[in-house]
């Protein structure tokens, strides 16, 4: 299994709702990722957790909660979100951190709207 | 200055033809370089790591400049289904640095 799943694929949601992103992979790998991108802009990393412990947060806004139950699980928890949030949101994993030879594996994403 | 910066193109090229590009990156300890791509509404995949020595992999080749701190990706015999944006990726001490993405457009 090469695969990195996220789910839902879609979602729309209204600046009070609460929702969460979900990213799996069963490759092994431990540490795991959130990026958001913007239409015709690079990814932008968000959070990075090495064997389940948060190790990075680059600055995101409360209103982006992440959780890594176990190895192979990251949840992204959203909360009172703004318009300027609808983005491409992607998972990655790769074997650990840092600088590896392999790079990063990608989810498809999840194509958040906030309205 | 960016981390890694590249020409966004786009280079639009006929079907056949040879089409390369560049891309610079400014931290000199930068371990790992890779080229991804992305195609429209999709996630980044992988093309290809980028190593010292320069590496091909069919159409497909790479080079590795360190003393000048740039990557290049040289696509021969353009198809079509080549069209795509391509990012360069650096890999530094903890995380990856992407560039803004080269689009090339292969037309029949």
């Known amino acids: 299994d090469t695969e990195v799943t996220q789910t839902p694929k879609h979602l729309v949601m209204g600046m009070t709702n609460k929702k969460s992103l979900k990213c799996e992979q069963h490759m092994g790998h431990r540490a795991m990722y959130w990026y958001k991108q913007k239409a015709k802009k690079p990814p932008e990393l968000m959070f990075v957790y090495s064997y389940e412990k948060l190790s990075i947060n680059e600055s995101v806004p409360s209103r982006f909660s992440p959780e890594c139950p176990n190895s192979s699980l990251l949840n992204l928890h959203l909360h009172a979100l703004q318009p300027e949030d609808s983005a491409l949101y992607l998972c990655?994993?790769?074997?650990?951190?840092?600088?590896?030879?392999?790079?990063?594996?990608f989810g498809s994403g999840t194509r958040l709207t906030v309205v | 200055r960016k981390e890694v910066e590249q020409d966004p193109g786009p280079f639009n090229v006929p079907e056949g033809a040879t089409v390369a590009f560049n891309c610079t990156y400014s931290n000199s300890a930068s371990q790992s370089f890779f080229w991804y791509r992305q195609d429209c509404r999709k996630e980044p995949k992988l093309l290809m790591s980028?190593?010292?020595s320069g590496n091909e992999d069919g159409r497909f080749t790479a080079q590795l400049n360190r003393a000048s701190q740039y990557i290049s990706l040289l696509i021969r015999d353009s198809k079509l289904s080549d069209s795509a944006t391509y990012l360069c990726?650096?890999?530094?001490?903890?995380?990856?640095?992407f560039g803004a993405g080269t689009t090339v457009t292969v037309r029949a």
């Open positions: 990726v650096v890999n530094g001490k903890v995380k990856l640095s």
């Open positions: 980028v190593y010292s």
């Open positions: 990655a994993s790769s074997q650990d951190g840092g600088a590896h030879p392999l790079g990063y594996t």
